[in-house]
């Protein structure tokens, strides 16, 4: 009975994932709840992007993965940054370190003056999940030379903190629209 939309207009969609490996990607599309997973009959990956790109894992920027959602596909972006996504995990083979992943996030986050209007467009957070450790690593408002790592066991003590002094990825202006 919820369709979340943000205030700029856009629905909104979540990666989730276990310990197992499971991973789903959950969207709110015209009021209704969308659910992907590879390989899966409960959530099939059928109308979605992922449905034959032949990848074995998911991945989510910002736009919506649910094919054919009519005028929104329009003004859907973020295409580009999702192949520098793809190609670099393809040649990791689809693992990479929590630091390696982090910096991956870093080269394809946002940051750039908007086009029309008189703001700054930015990544409001990067994070990468262990769900061994049960931690995760995050950089708010794009900063990597500032990662800061939490435990859901203690979640309010910083563990540690981290930066990425060389970055294995080029400096990128990705396309706005």
């Not at 990848?55 to 736009?63: A, E």
């Not at 003004?75 to 192949?83: A, I, K, M, N, Y």
């Not at 908007?114 to 450790?133: G, R």
């Not at 910083?158 to 990128?172: F, G, M, N, W």
Request: aromatic content about 14%; hydrophobic content about 35%.
């Amino acid at each position: 009975s919820y369709n979340m939309i943000d205030s700029l207009f856009t629905n909104y969609h979540y990666q989730l994932c276990d310990s197992s490996g499971r991973s789903v990607v959950v969207e709110y599309i015209n009021n209704e709840l969308k659910v992907y997973e590879r390989n899966s009959e409960k959530y099939p990956a059928k109308g979605s992007i992922f449905e034959d790109d032949g990848l074995d894992f998911q991945y989510v920027c910002n736009y919506s993965v649910t094919k054919d959602i009519g005028d929104w596909k329009a003004l859907q972006h973020g295409h580009d940054r999702t192949d520098a996504v793809i190609k670099a995990m393809t040649e990791k083979k689809g693992v990479m370190s929590e630091i390696e992943a982090m910096d991956l996030l870093g080269h394809v986050r946002l940051k750039y003056d908007h086009p029309k209007y008189p703001w700054k467009i930015i990544s409001l957070w990067s994070i990468v999940y262990n769900t061994n450790e049960r931690s995760i690593k995050i950089a708010a408002n794009a900063e990597l030379n500032r990662i800061y790592t939490f435990s859901l066991y203690e979640p309010l003590r910083v563990l540690d903190r981290e930066y990425i002094r060389d970055s294995a990825y080029p400096v990128t202006e990705w396309e706005y629209l």
